[in-house]
């Protein structure tokens, strides 16, 4: 099945500074989706992102289908942007939904 | 209320119990999934749904069973917990093609911590 690497695992920043974290999967996508979960577990969708670049508030994504990555950018980072930040991909030539996780990057954001 | 509702929140169940998790939705979306949830392993996919009558194995199937009883509700069975079940259980919809979705993007439920003892 298609693998998903996502880089760095961890990351500790101080509140105001930008960040970018990314993800790397080994075969083409159709679907490709970034989440936050924040400290209490819950999943919040911040992105649904095949190709091409979004925007949202302070966070932004990339993703570069042919070349296999996507980058997630958080700007002026603020303490609550502080959880787990997954990436996940669908296979390209599948049925748009089922998606396979990366094992997260643990994002720690300190005042 | 939430757009994808989750019951319980918490279990703590013994071994050899069959335990029930629910899950209901107000979305409207045609798509359903269980994923688990393990420290340092991600999100792991149990069961997928399209519609009512499409029900389909995930990656972790085994020890798990799954009955859409409407659109809305997809429940999860363990038929007989064991401890290595014990985990975080997530609920998720998204829209579909035959929805005429542009945006495939999962809403997920708040998680259902089990505890098998």
């Known amino acids: 099945g298609i693998q998903v690497e996502q880089s760095p695992p961890d990351l500790i920043l101080q509140e105001g500074a930008n960040s970018t974290l990314r993800c790397n999967f080994s075969?083409?996508?159709?679907?490709l989706q970034w989440f936050h979960q924040n400290p209490w577990g819950q999943l919040i969708n911040l992105f649904y992102?095949?190709?091409g670049t979004k925007q949202n508030g302070r966070l932004s994504a990339t993703t570069v289908a042919t070349e296999r990555y996507s980058l997630l950018y958080i700007s002026s980072s603020q303490t609550t942007d502080s959880g787990v930040y997954f990436c996940?991909?669908?296979?390209?030539?599948?049925?748009?939904?089922?998606?396979?996780f990366g094992q997260g990057t643990i994002l720690t954001v300190h005042p | 209320d939430a757009d994808v509702t989750q019951t319980p929140r918490n279990r703590i169940t013994k071994t050899g119990k069959r335990i029930m998790l629910e899950c209901s939705q107000t979305?409207?979306?045609?798509?359903m999934y269980w994923y688990r949830q393990d420290p340092g392993l991600g999100l792991r996919l149990i069961y997928y749904?399209?519609?009512?009558?499409?029900?389909n194995k995930g990656e972790i199937s085994d020890g798990y069973s799954v009955s859409r009883q409407a659109q809305a509700k997809f429940s999860l069975s363990l038929e007989s917990a064991i401890p290595n079940q014990t985990a975080l259980y997530f609920c998720?919809?998204?829209?579909?093609?035959?929805?005429?979705?542009?945006?495939?993007?999962?809403?997920f439920g708040s998680g259902t911590r089990l505890t098998v003892v």
């Open positions: 979305k409207g979306h045609d798509r």
């Open positions: 992102i095949p190709s």
């Open positions: 998720a919809t998204s829209d579909s093609l035959r929805q005429g979705a542009k945006d495939y993007g999962y809403t």
């Open positions: 996940a991909v669908e296979t390209l030539g599948t049925s748009y939904g089922k998606l396979t």
């Open positions: 075969d083409s996508v159709n679907n």
């Open positions: 749904s399209f519609d009512v009558k499409d029900i």
